[in-house]
C-alpha cells in the first residue's frame, strides 16, 4: 500500500513537472535510493536448520491441560459424559499415567453424576502426590481438589446431620401435638389432665 502511495504522488508530481521525461528521471532515481537500501535475501539468511533425527519430546502435562479436559468435558451432554468416562477408565486401566490418573480424578469429583466416585477420585489424587514426579502446578490442582473434597464431605456430613436433627424435631413436634389433640378431647369429655 505505501509503494502504490509513492508511485501515485510521483505521477502527479511528475506531470506537474513536465512529462514523462521528468516521470522517468524521478522514478529511476528512487528506484535506485531503494536498491541501494535493499539487503539482498541471501546475505541475511542464516544457516539452513539441522534435520530432527529424534521426535520432540511430548509436551509435559500441566494443570491447565487438566482443567481444560475438565471444562470440554462438563460443556458435554450426560451420555456423552457417560461414554468419555468410559473411555477415560479403559485408558488409565492401560496407561496409568498422569494424565489419565488426574482427569478421572477430576471426573470422578463431579458430583451427581453416576460415575461420581469422590473417595476414589480423592485416592486417585494422593497417588499422583505420592508416586508422580510431577509439576508444581500439577500438585498444587491435586493439593486444592484435594481439600475442596474434604470441604465437600465435611458440608454433606453437617448437613446430614441437620437433616436429622430436622427430622428429629419433626417427630418431637408431631409427638406434642398429638398429644395436645389428646388432651382437648379429654377435656371435652369431661376427663381432665391425662
Known sequence: MKWVSVLLLCLVLATGLGGCVAIHEHLS??????EAEAEPVAE???EPFAEISEPLPPRRLEARDVLDFLAAFQDMDADLQAEEYLRLARRYETNPEDKERLQLAAVM?????????AHRGRELLQEHLKNSPGSEDLDALARLLIGLVAEREKVET???RERQNSETLARQLNELRNIET?????????????
Not at 29 to 34: C, S
Not at 109 to 117: A, D, E, K, T, V
Request: proline share 6%; no cysteine.
Open 158 to 160: 453437617l448437613l446430614a
Open 182 to 194: 389428646i388432651m382437648r378431647q379429654r377435656e371435652v369429655n369431661g376427663r381432665p389432665g391425662l
Open 109 to 117: 469429583l463431579i458430583p451427581g453424576r453416576g460415575f461420581s466416585n
Open 29 to 34: 532515481g528512487w528506484m535506485a535510493e531503494t
Open 44 to 46: 541475511i539468511a542464516e
